[in-house]
């Protein structure tokens, strides 16, 4: 089952949303509780987003008992990058990011 990839972008909009996605990223298989220790908000709060990721396919739970891990699926991210940036020179766009990377390194020195 393809993700769609307007509830993908739309769960993507949202900066807590990604950053609960980079606490799974670092750490997979976490609870809500864990989860609510990386983000000022309710519990409530936290619950919505995930609710939003998991229905953009961006989040897989998996029971443990009376416990629900939450899991990061990269499916829908990468079916992103093959839609919109794979149909571009990939060699052309690492150029340009490393050139930007290097003209970035130079202002700080």
Not at 2 to 8: E, F, M, Q, R, T
Not at 35 to 51: D, I, P, S
Not at 79 to 86: F, K, N, Y
Not at 88 to 106: G, S, T
């Amino acid at each position: 089952m393809s993700p769609d990839l307007d509830i993908v972008f739309k769960a993507l909009a949202d900066p807590s949303r990604r950053r609960l996605l980079d606490v799974l990223f670092e750490r997979n298989g976490q609870t809500l509780g864990e989860l609510c220790g990386h983000l000022e908000m309710t519990r409530q709060a936290v619950t919505k987003h995930l609710v939003l990721l998991e229905e953009a396919q961006l989040v897989a739970v998996v029971w443990r008992g009376r416990e629900k891990l939450h899991y990061l699926n990269p499916v829908p991210i990468h079916a992103i990058a093959e839609r919109w940036i794979g149909k571009f020179e990939r060699q052309r766009l690492a150029a340009l990011a490393d050139l930007k990377k290097a003209l970035e390194e130079d202002d700080d020195a």
